[in-house]
């Protein structure tokens, strides 16, 4: 079945560690994407790619990484530099980064810091 | 720039009565916009989606919502609440026009739905 995968379903951060989140597509999309999700608040855009090897910030990029060497992978760096990390994390793709293209949710990843 | 809100962050609702979720836009252009749902701990999943033509829009599960330009309004409802529908719901907009790669989305309206 197509799909985005994102692993593991929870993490846990220690202080001044960095962790990678990871997220798969097989949907042969070229446009993927992360949010931050925290209650009340919607879903916030930390960076989205548009193609391989390209990618930009979102509203909320600081304290976070990112790289796209694969079209099928976008993995998520939350590094030490982000100092309220707890939330949950989603990974989306869309066929292209074209205005109104629908987005496909993943089933998230729930960081939790130690 | 666009942006989204929700009117009512928790709506509640008796097993068997319309499901009404308000959702209102600004953009200085037309828009596209969605609907998403999403239950406990996972990702959204796409309800429905307006781009252009009938204003009004079917999705998935019963749902449908209108598009009414002059209210810049996007609500969705559904005639009759089942307790599957027990979730939280996301609107989002998509302004057409330069740079428009990003969906911007509301704050979420968690409908709970009453036996």
């Known amino acids: 079945d197509g799909g985005i995968t994102q692993s593991p379903k929870y993490l846990f951060r220690k202080e001044g560690q960095n962790v990678t989140l990871s997220c798969e597509q097989n949907?042969?999309?070229?446009?993927m994407y992360w949010y931050r999700q925290d209650p009340g608040q919607g879903l916030r855009l930390i960076y989205y790619s548009q193609i391989v090897n390209d990618f930009q910030k979102g509203d909320i990029a600081e304290g976070y990484s990112v790289s796209r060497e694969k079209k099928e992978s976008f993995p998520l760096t939350v590094t030490s530099a982000q100092k309220n990390p707890t939330a949950f994390y989603l990974c989306?793709?869309?066929?292209?980064?074209?205005?109104?293209?629908?987005?496909?949710f993943g089933p998230g990843t729930r960081l939790l810091v130690l | 720039a666009q942006s989204v809100t929700q009117l009512g962050s928790h709506v509640s609702v008796s097993e068997g009565a319309l499901v009404l979720l308000r959702c209102n836009y600004s953009s200085s252009v037309p828009p596209y916009l969605f609907w998403y749902v999403q239950y406990p701990n996972q990702g959204l999943q796409l309800l429905l989606k307006?781009?252009?033509?009938?204003?009004l829009v079917k999705g998935i599960n019963g749902f449908e919502a209108e598009f009414k330009k002059s209210e810049t309004s996007f609500h969705l409802t559904k005639p009759s609440a089942h307790m599957s529908d027990a979730a939280e719901y996301f609107c989002?907009?998509?302004?057409?026009?330069?740079?428009?790669?990003?969906?911007?989305f509301g704050k979420g309206t968690k409908l709970s739905v009453i036996p």
């Open positions: 307006y781009t252009t033509g009938a204003t």
């Open positions: 949907l042969n999309h070229d446009a």
């Open positions: 989002a907009v998509s302004a057409t026009g330069a740079g428009s790669y990003q969906l911007t």
């Open positions: 989306a793709s869309s066929i292209s980064a074209r205005q109104g293209q629908t987005q496909y």
